[in-house]
């Protein structure tokens, strides 16, 4: 069995769950953007023609999800073979989990641009 | 940015060609129908659903070529590291720059057109299963009217959508997308007709039993026509005496109709002031002959199931036709 | 146990006699429908699935014949109002997801290398509650009164009870009542696949149709949910004129069609991320090499599962939201054709890196590739809002769902059909018979839906029983039609097909040469799923590992044996698959059947509106379920431990979130969590809506007092429960029994405090959305409150009745669990419904 690694190095590391924070933050943003655009328009009739709140959200989603896609690059260099990473190790676990989360990483980068596209081009409640 | 209407000669010739063909494809509905529009909206979305076909189809080929190419390749023709390639650019880089360049046209196209104060507003709201009609020209009275649209080419009109009993949805193919028409809310549609000619509309959201029955007549015109019509329609005033008049009185129709001049001004069923000029009976489903308008007013359910209309069976022939010739315009 | 042992014959005989004798299915023409195996329940599922698929299919038939000839009069529009409602909600929720869940319970547990399942018998009562509700639903057909408001049931013309009639009921409470199963299901699903794999399968050696299960199961979780809160809302508004739908009354029909297509949308990526699923596996199977890209695929379940929610309000592009609302929900049905399109990429590169085989399953699945193109992109097309505000509810989206669910659910499962059929049979199915089948189902399919999209274009609206000679579009109906009955006949051959196979010669083990561990199954049936759990390696260890059926068919990996005479499988830890403990499994049992029937009873006798007996029913249904629970659960081994093989000793015993039981209710109190949310929702909802919310003249009530004190009262019998566990835990049962009981009456006294406020300010529910919907949130609540009190006097008694000692405390920590959700959902409630007011 090769069960018996230590496991206290991993504990800081990519997990199910952090596989999924860049898409989370994408769903954040995306919610954030619509319901920020929704009450906007219910409530107030417009939306600010230049949308700080707007602008500091979408660049904080960015820039979380670059940091994770930008750790999750780090981790999968970790030394140990080359892909497809397909063996029963610690470090080829480790190593499919960051490819995954660089990706999805990279996913949700375009995805946030997208969402704030559409302030940009259309300004208004109508 | 209205990316399609400054399209160039050629661009635009090439469309009508498609356009076209498609028509000669799959028969000559040229009144409803989003491939031959008569309106600004319906022509620029006809513009970006060729470009988006094509590009479909340019799309859908490729990859069908490039799963025959997999499946005939010898093994290992495709190294891991030039399938990952693979996957990277065709899959993913590919797919992103299209889907981005498409957005960047997409999202200013889906900017409504212009519209101001000084735009004639038509009312529509949505009922089982008809329509009512209430022009509110800018600076002028109102005109009520059913199961028929005018619409002035060239100027831009802005339509206020609502209903009353059930979700309902305006659709003019040819002159513009749908909007919903939903009770408790007013939707606005700004459209504006570039062609004179006559049309027809659809309800597009499921309202219940004759849902399929629910159209309407579209008739764009010249502006100066428009203009002299609306003038002449608001003044419109119909007998109240006469057979056919008596009958309408006497058969209590008016507890549900209106009809401009006589004593009859409900609102529950649509105003028949101006039923000599339509086209169709029971909103876009009839020749409004003499005959098929005694047929309906005799058992509106033969017609059109789910009516609101109660049958008249019991009313003699004769008394039927002598509504339908009032309604006709007979004095 | 040492390795050398099973080289003895003589042993494994017996090993696999009691195996035999555990895992033996009962016999008897009642009590075999006890059973609880997953080959047992998953083929009744995946049966039954199947005869709903083609009796929805032949109302697809009776309404391309009604609308083959314009201004036809075979069909009355009522009719044709019921089969086109029942067509469509009966494909997506007596089919599409019921069938990915059939197919998964009896794949997944051969996948990963386990036994059965860890709740058996929640599968049986997922399938009982399926086929109750599937034949309520789907029958009511031959008694004129199936639902004939849209699979959308758009309000307020379903809402309205003089527009429409028994058929809504039928439907909301019908298919309530299934969408509890789909829930279960994926629960079950959920535990599975992170639980119960084989040791050594690691994360990155999952078989890529786990990664796409567990992904699926997640979107249901958060998609169902708030349908169910939607029913719950709308069957407020039938039975007691709640407003929720009335604009007239302060509601929105548009509140609705939000709840019901935040569902709607993700549930097309639920019923086709599982048929890539399949792809996934007979691709890598029939290039003979590994799949190339295997994290690409994980990125596109997941990216999928994620971009789907996003995407609801693009069947609302017509509503007239402003149109800032759509471009973000246009951009986002944009961005989810990427990881389509990685999808779409991993497996044409691995058919191009390997050597393909132009077997029958290989064929379904490229035809259902090249229908899937064109529907995803023509799914591109009305992405832009433009092209549908012409395209929506016009026959192009007709067409273009078409496209996707054939090329997206249906032939891929074709394609699963031929694939697995030697798994579940032994036999393979005639590869004649099959092309056939494949090329009729092929051209029928393109004959009829590729003219639907000109046919919409010109203006044919959805949903009409009939369309005018004039429009011109006769020629492309009737195209349509004839095709209809083309894809018919294929789907015909393919029945004709299966009913031939049991004429047929065995197959050998393993026909197609697959790597994945499902392959190891026996042409002869054996009921215990798998003769020894393999410690796995790699993601194909059929291909990879050395005498790797041998090993497993010898028993020289884990479990080969039953000595206690009990259903057992290994639990393994989530990331690394490494064995924690060995669990006993639900052994065949009638009481998931009365179970699903009394709960079946609560919704039939609902829509009757017989409403005593139906509370009869629901008494009746919590008495099964405690009984259940009780005699089937956290049961306290006679031992500690038991040996595995290899010189593992492993607990026979788990309790908190290393456990299956805690996973299944921590992932049921999401799904309780969202549609919680969901009717929060409509509270905010209302808010945007009006002017002025709540209205001023209803403003003072519920008040702040009583909702004050059920939050403040609520959350004491949270951290009640909480110490409780923790004293319990330290050995002092008597103080946590005490505990339990102060809980029960904090629990009691929050939820009637809760119902006090709006009771005591004589809010009236049917005068307006406000009060309709901060009673709603209040009886929601209580309720859950309720049900703690049930929990906590349920642990206290087995605390009572020695079932729950400190050392096996696994159901106080379950409960636990319940009252951390509960105590979030008190805390929202009641901050809402008292608190929001004065700031508003």
Redesign the interface.
Known sequence: MKDERPRTKERVKVTLWTLIVPPTTWAAHFLFSYLWAAISCAKVGKFATFPTLFVVGTVIALIVIAASGWIAWRQSRVPGDAPPHQDSTDVDRLRFLAVSTMLLAGLSFVAVIYTALPVVFIGNCR | MRWQREATGTRVRLRRLAATAILLITGCNRHQSALAPFGAEADDTLSLTIVLASGAAVIALGVVLLVWNASRAREHALSESGGLRLVLWAGAIFPTVVLTVLLLFALPAMRPLPESDADLRIQVEGEQFWWRVRYAPPGAAPLMAANEVRVPVGRTVVFELTATDVIHSFWIPGLAGKMDMIPGRTNQLVVRATKPGTFRGVCTEFCGLSHALMAFDVIAMEPAAFDAWLAEARRTERASSGRGAQAFDRRGCGACHAIAGTPHHAVIGPDLTHYSERLTLGAGILEPTVANTAAFIRDPSAFKPGARMPAYAAMPQAEAEAIARYLKGAP | MSLHEQDDPELRRAQEERLRAVWDSPKGLFLKWTDTNNDAVGAWYTLTAFGFMLFAGVLGLLMRAQLAVPDNDLV???TF?QLFTLHGSMMMFLFAVPMFEAVSIVLLPQLLGARDLPFPRLSAFGYWSFLLGGVFVSGSIFFDVAPD??WFM?P??TT?TD?SGLGADIWMLGLSFIEVSSVAAAVELIVGVLKCRP???????MPLYAWYILVVAVMILFAFPPLIAGDVLFEMERLLDWPFFD??RG????LWQHLFWIFGHPEVYIVFLPSIALFAMLVPTFS???L?????I??AA??T???S??LWVHHMF???????????????S??V???T??????F?????????I?STPMLYA?GS??IF??GG??G??VA???????????YFIVAHLHYVMIGGTLMPLFAGLYYYWPLITGKKLSDRLGRIAFWLLFVGANVTFF?MH??G???M????????A???????NLASSIGAYIFAAGAALICIDLALSPRRALAERNPWNAGTLEWLAHPQDEHWGIRSIP?????YPIWDQQDFMRKVDEGRYFLPDAEEGRRETIVTT???A??IAVIRLGTPSWKPMMTAFALGGVFILTTYHLYWLALLSGIATLAMVLWWLWTGTAEIPEKESKPIG?G?EMPLYLSGSSAPGWWAMFITMMADATAFSGLVFGYYFFW??HEDFPPPELASAPGVFWPMVALAVGLAAWLLTVAARECNAKGRIGTARGLLVAGIAASMISGLAGIAGPWTTGMEPTLHSYPAIVWTLAIWTSVHAAIAVIMLGYALARSLAGKMTPRYDADLRNVTVYMHFLALTTVVTYATIGLFPELA
Do not use: C
């Not at chain 3, 410690?535 to 993601?539: G, I, K, P």
């Open positions: 009355e529009p009522g109002n408001g849209g758009y307020p013309l309205r527009l040791p050594g399968m690691r994360l990155n050696l604009a007239a509601g929105d029909p548009l003979q090499r590994h190339l890209g295997y994290p690409w994980v990125l997941v990216g599962a994620f971009l929610f996003g017509t509503t007239g939201l402003p149109k800032i609302s759509l471009a973000f929900f246009s951009a986002a944009e961005a054709a990427i990881p399109a990685v999808q779409i990429f991993v044409i590169a691995t058919m191009w890196a390997g050597r393909v132009w490229a590739l090249a193109v064109i992109l023509t591109v097309m832009v809002a433009p092209f549908d505000w012409q395209a929506h509810d016009t003219p000109l046919s274009l010109e203006g609206p959805r949903r009409v029983f009939t369309y005018p004039e429009l011109g579009i006769d020629g492309l410690l796995v390696e790699s993601r989530v990331l690394d490494r064995p290899h593992m945007t809506k």
